[in-house]
């Protein structure tokens, strides 16, 4: 059973940061392109980033360039989000998505439960 465990949410102010965290199991993690998808309040889901397979090509979006920086550790099957410079507009619930190949095709078939984000002062 595909498992995403999404962990690191937190109330933070303007400007700050926080590390993301996703613990996965029930496949073979580093055979898989992973993801971040955030919902904020009343908006449907927006693509964050992605990173393939051996961690070698990762992609943004352009609202989080600069300022968010995505990695893996195949070793441990942990994604992580590393997100600074933080502002209001990245209050959402973040969720870690599994791609359905080791590159990434903005296609995922399993998500994790989420982990809430709330950037204010």
């Known amino acids: 059973e595909v498992q995403l465990v999404e962990s690191g949410g937190d109330l933070v102010q303007p400007g700050g940061f926080l590390r993301l965290s996703c613990a996965a199991s029930g496949f073979t993690f580093s055979s898989y392109a992973m993801s971040w998808v955030r919902q904020a309040p009343g908006k449907g889901p927006e693509w964050v980033s992605a990173?393939?397979?051996?961690?070698?090509?990762?992609y943004y979006a352009d609202s989080v360039k600069g300022r968010f920086i995505i990695s893996r550790d195949n070793a441990k099957n942990t994604l992580y989000l590393q997100m600074n410079s933080l502002k209001p507009e990245d209050t959402a619930v973040y969720y870690c998505v599994k791609g359905t190949g080791n590159s990434w095709n903005y296609e995922y078939d399993y998500w994790g439960q989420g982990t809430q984000v709330t950037v204010s002062s």
């Open positions: 990173i393939e397979h051996g961690g070698y090509n990762i």
